[in-house]
């Protein structure tokens, strides 16, 4: 971040504007809306200025900057044409430690204007960190269509209930939980249809029917997709917004796993080739203790958590220990990082039917149909392949497949470091040894493989 995003009480503090013109006249009425008491200095005063005066209690003075005006205000704001006069007064606030804001100019600037979503008492800001506030000013259009201005008044009825609620119920854990329930159900939609006393009075009842017992948590298995963020589902994203604790495994990239709830625990349970952070069957115990100490568990895991994410084995455990759970479907690998490859799993010119494979068994071992996988006219998609590639396309060969039949290796697809190397099962092995693979990876065997050139669409920028 080039900027943290913070948000100042301003009410009856001093602050300045140096300048008086359009631009001045709109940052004075942001600052006034904040309730901050206002002093303008600038040598000639716009008729727009002078308009507020008297609605903000403005406090105006009419002479040009000097570093002595700074004084004891809490934030200045400099809105002049004059490059000199923004500099001198940037440099001056930089000096007493005084928040300072140069219109249009960032490299002078200690703090930023955001675009702001004003709900109040909720408020949003987008911000680009002066790159491209008109790109904020468009974002900020978009969030003003998904949150309804009824937000603010959701907010002020959960304030007047803040104090009774946290009288009623003292467990922290099971006061989120309430309010959550609360400002996604019933009590919400009254709100926004306008009946407000219906919405208070319905949470007063939630409120007094509400139960403190201990009770079992449950648990999430999430599928994270193959590592885009915006290929989360919907559901997903709602569950790992309210999870307690996170348990996530190696394939979730960290742009993901940034989209969790910020005070939630985060447990990681990695596997890689010869390491475990955990034993499978440690997970599953962890998963199980930690539902029945009343946590929301979201486990976390890269692509579909029933594709070679061992989904079925958690369940399995959570089953016989009567937690409650879900399965959120993600995006595979195979669907996924095809798909940004521009490598189609089926095409009927090449291709019929798709296997989805796993590169090393339980056992660490490559032991694989390889009479089924070295049929004609389909394509062989293989999970966790890297190690084993040289024995694989050998073993393939040994079976029946030509030389020359393409195969395609894909590194981190979907994301920004995705990278595709192609060759055949004679010459892909030779060709990848020279060269710093960083998993996650994905093997496509079969003749769609030379689609890539043709179809690939996915810019990485790199």
């Not at 996988?373 to 694989?392: C, D, F, H, R, S």
Request: aromatic share 6%; proline share 5%; hydrophobic share 40%.
């Amino acid at each position: 971040m080039d900027y943290f995003p913070v948000f100042l009480k301003l009410k009856d503090q001093a602050c300045l504007v140096v300048g008086a013109g359009e631009v001045a006249a709109r940052k004075i009425e942001l600052l006034a809306r904040a309730g901050a008491k206002i002093t303008v200095i600038a040598e000639q005063i716009s008729p727009a200025v002078l308009s507020l005066q008297a609605a903000h209690n403005l406090t105006l003075v009419q002479k040009s900057f000097s570093s002595a005006d700074l004084g004891a205000f809490r934030l200045v704001v400099s809105a002049t044409d004059n490059n000199e006069t923004n500099r001198l007064v940037a440099k001056t606030a930089t000096e007493q430690n005084i928040p300072c804001n140069v219109v249009d100019t960032p490299e002078l600037c200690s703090f930023i204007f955001p675009a702001i979503i004003d709900r109040s008492p909720i408020i949003a800001a987008v911000s680009s960190g002066g790159a491209s506030p008109v790109l904020a000013r468009l974002l900020r259009a978009k969030l003003e269509t998904v949150i309804p201005p009824a937000y603010g008044r959701l907010a002020e009825l959960a304030e007047k209930f803040r104090d009774k609620v946290k009288r009623h119920i003292n467990n922290p854990a099971q006061r989120r939980i309430f309010w959550e329930n609360v400002l996604q159900g019933s009590v919400a939609e009254l709100i926004f249809s306008g009946n407000e006393q219906e919405a208070e009075r319905q949470l007063q009842q939630t409120l007094l029917t509400q139960s403190e017992n201990t009770r079992l948590g449950e648990v999430y298995l999430v599928g994270a997709g193959p590592g885009a963020p915006d290929l989360l589902t919907f559901r997903a994203l709602r569950l790992m917004q309210q999870a307690d604790v996170v348990v996530y495994d190696r394939l979730v990239s960290p742009e993901i796993l940034d989209l969790v709830r910020r005070d939630a625990e985060k447990i990681y349970v990695g596997k890689q080739r010869q390491y475990h952070a955990l034993p499978q069957e440690s997970i599953n115990t962890l998963l199980a203790d930690l539902a029945k100490a009343g946590k929301r568990v979201v486990r976390l895991k890269g692509g579909d958590p029933f594709i070679f994410g061992r989904g079925g084995e958690e369940i399995e455990t959570l089953m016989q220990e009567g937690i409650a759970f879900q399965v959120v479907p993600g995006i595979t690998a195979a669907s996924g990082c095809a798909t940004y490859a521009g490598i189609p799993l089926t095409h009927r010119d090449h291709a019929q039917s798709c296997t989805f494979v796993t590169g090393h068994l339980k056992d660490n071992s490559v032991n694989l149909n390889w009479t089924q996988l070295a049929a004609p006219n389909q394509t062989i998609v293989i999970y966790m392949g890297l190690a084993g590639l040289e024995q694989i396309c050998r073993s393939l060969i040994e079976h029946g497949s030509p030389k020359d039949l393409p195969i395609a290796i894909v590194q981190q697809g979907t994301t920004s470091n995705q990278r595709v190397i192609t060759g055949t099962l004679a010459t892909l092995p030779d060709k990848i040894a020279g060269e710093d693979i960083k998993p996650p990876t994905l093997t496509i065997i079969g003749t769609v493989v030379t689609l890539h050139e043709k179809l690939s669409w996915f810019q990485t920028h790199r």
